[in-house]
């Protein structure tokens, strides 16, 4: 059984720095790449971060510049480490993990952990 943990978040003030981490695990095959997810109350998913095995990333617009994201395949851990938080970034994040190959993947997603940025 395929289990995608996220931990890390907490309430912090704005410019302060979190550091989420994301471990997945129970699969037969190769990670493809993982990704960190956002949903603040009221509004859709959407993407914060990703990364491939192979270390391509993208960012949304609103946290390049503030935000890094870092993969280990042989972990199968991704951390996104996060500076210059504002109270927009105030949501539920949730990692994906894609397992597979080439001719197959599958995408798992994890609980979440809520990051809140507040004076």
């Known amino acids: 059984q395929v289990q995608v943990v996220e931990s890390g978040g907490g309430l912090v003030q704005p410019g302060e720095s979190l550091r989420l981490s994301c471990t997945a695990s129970g699969s037969i095959f190769s990670i493809q790449a993982m990704g960190w997810y956002r949903q603040a109350p009221g509004k859709q998913r959407e993407l914060v971060a990703s990364i491939t095995s192979g270390g391509s990333t993208d960012y949304a617009d609103s946290v390049k510049g503030r935000f890094t994201i870092s993969i280990d395949n042989r972990k199968n851990t991704a951390n996104l480490q996060m500076v210059s938080l504002k109270p927009e970034d105030t949501a539920a994040y949730y990692c994906?993990?894609?397992?597979?190959?080439?001719?197959?993947?599958?995408?798992?997603w994890g609980q979440g952990t809520q990051v809140t940025v507040s004076s």
């Open positions: 994906n993990a894609e397992f597979g190959n080439r001719l197959y993947t599958r995408t798992y």
